[in-house]
């Protein structure tokens, strides 16, 4: 079955499914860190109705100590997980939040946290950008990460960040 593939809405390739359904297209990163949201249109045929899939590719250094960021409750005046969508100005950042993100991204790859939809991508990017944050991956990741007093990490998604990416130096969370 012919697919074709999207990186941030541009045509990425086009492949055909092998037996295993699998489809792959080779994709080359630009940038040396952020996003990619990636899509993949299957169209319709005699077997299938057309339909569309969505992933995040984020690109972390492995070099640059990390800093992560938990973008749900230290970067905005609120409460935590009530981020207003609605319109980006209303929703106003910490005083000095993105100065002092921007003096610890001199010496730290900046990585966001969120527990938010993958689909409030845009949004979060459109707040970062409007309020002049560094500009970073965003990791999302599922609700309820906490962790534990004997240091032992309830998701499966961060602890497997963390063993393969060594070089998590501080966090900044609220």
């Known amino acids: 079955t012919p697919v074709v593939f999207f990186v941030e809405g541009s045509t990425a390739g086009a492949a055909e ?38 992933g995040l590719l984020s690109v972390v250094s492995q070099n640059a100590p990390l800093l992560l960021v938990d973008f749900d409750s230290s970067l905005y005046k609120g409460l935590s997980g009530k981020f207003d969508f609605a319109g ?36 979060i990017r459109r707040w970062i950008h409007h309020w002049k944050m560094p500009k970073a991956p965003v990791l999302f990741w599922s609700r ?18 963390l063993k393969q990416w060594g070089n998590v130096q501080a966090a900044v969370a609220g």
Do not use: C, M
């Not at 309820?144 to 960040?161: D, H, I, P, T, Y």
């Open 17 to 54: 499914t092998a037996r295993s359904g699998i489809a792959k297209v080779p994709f080359q990163v630009e940038q040396s860190t952020g996003n990619y949201l990636i899509s993949v249109r299957l169209s319709e045929n005699d077997l299938f109705k057309s339909s569309t899939g969505y």
């Open 88 to 123: 980006v100005e209303r929703l106003k950042p910490l005083d000095f939040a993105s100065e002092a993100l921007s003096a610890l991204q001199e010496n730290y790859q900046i990585v966001y946290l969120t527990e938010h939809e993958i689909t409030a991508l845009p949004k």
């Open 144 to 161: 309820g990460e906490k962790v534990l007093k004997n240091e032992v990490w309830k998701s499966r998604e961060l602890a497997q960040f």
